[in-house]
């Protein structure tokens, strides 16, 4: 299975150095295709005055430095069509926000790249309408037909992270996992999907408490790979804390999720 999982955003060399030194045991396992996650900036936080990480320049040197010392594949958001160069020359994976997978021009500059590509669902989009997205990066790359091989031969993937309905809360279907995975590969975002968008006064909330339910249940519905944000302490992380995993609890549950993919 694919592993996507990293903190939220890069708060400073040091803290990313400490998580990604935990994390390595899953890029020497050889049963996980694993991929080092961190944001060089939050372009979608509630407030203006919320941390939005070190910028692209400092946020891609520290990123680079992760790939030379750990040996790690990255992965990392893209906001903008100018952002989309500069950070392939350094990630092995762009990864499109949520609320901007219809974004045309991103999602096209993104496909004339050789990078995989991860598409975000949006909360606001219906799960089959998410094949356009995907079809936007395949005939970029030469490929008329949407469908689940092509899409994975082409590297586009697409990740469920809940649906809002403007109510400080996500709800995940999981019948969109079976949906999506129709037109292309599907990995499962349990952290973002127990977000509680705003409930903070400002801040986006969350109940980390589910994550663990709601990973166990889209293993076993069947999907192609997991996004988790960790921390050594999510309390302190600069963004996204409520609904992180820990990092020691985030390797009982990989064991879990193992067990429950051995005997599906």
């Known amino acids: ?25 899953y890029h020497n396992d050889t049963a996980i295709d ?4 961190a944001s060089f900036d939050k372009a979608n936080r509630t407030s203006l005055e919320s941390f939005r990480g070190l910028g692209m320049d400092e946020g891609l040197r520290i990123l680079q430095k992760v790939k030379d010392d750990f040996g790690y594949k990255v992965v990392t958001d893209v906001h903008e069509t100018f952002q989309v160069e500069p950070v392939a020359e350094v990630v092995d994976m762009l990864q499109i926000p949520a609320f901007l997978c219809r974004q045309t021009d991103l999602l096209v500059a993104c496909a004339k790249t050789d990078k995989e590509v991860n598409i975000k669902k949006g909360q606001f989009i219906n799960p089959p309408d998410m094949q356009y997205s995907v079809m936007k990066i395949l005939k970029t790359r030469g490929c008329d037909e949407v469908r689940y091989e092509n899409a994975k031969k ?48 400002g801040k986006t909330g969350g109940d980390s408490s589910m994550v663990p339910y709601l990973a166990k249940a889209a293993a076993a519905v069947g999907v192609d790979g997991f996004f988790f944000e960790t921390h050594f302490d999510p309390s302190i992380a600069l963004s996204d804390g409520p609904n992180m995993v820990k990092l020691d609890e985030l390797e009982k549950l990989i064991e879990k999720i193992k067990k429950i993919e051995a005997v599906k």
């Open 154 to 201: 082409h590297g586009v993937y697409l990740t469920e992270r809940g649906s809002s309905f403007g109510y400080a809360n996500i709800v995940v279907d999981m019948r969109s996992l079976v949906i999506m995975r129709a037109f292309a590969p599907v990995i499962f975002d349990a952290t973002h999907s127990v977000q509680m968008p705003g409930a903070l006064g």
């Open 1 to 25: 299975m694919k592993l996507l999982a990293g903190p939220c955003v890069i708060e400073s060399e040091e803290n990313i150095f400490k998580i990604a030194k935990a994390l390595e045991k």
């Open 34 to 37: 694993f991929y080092f996650k």
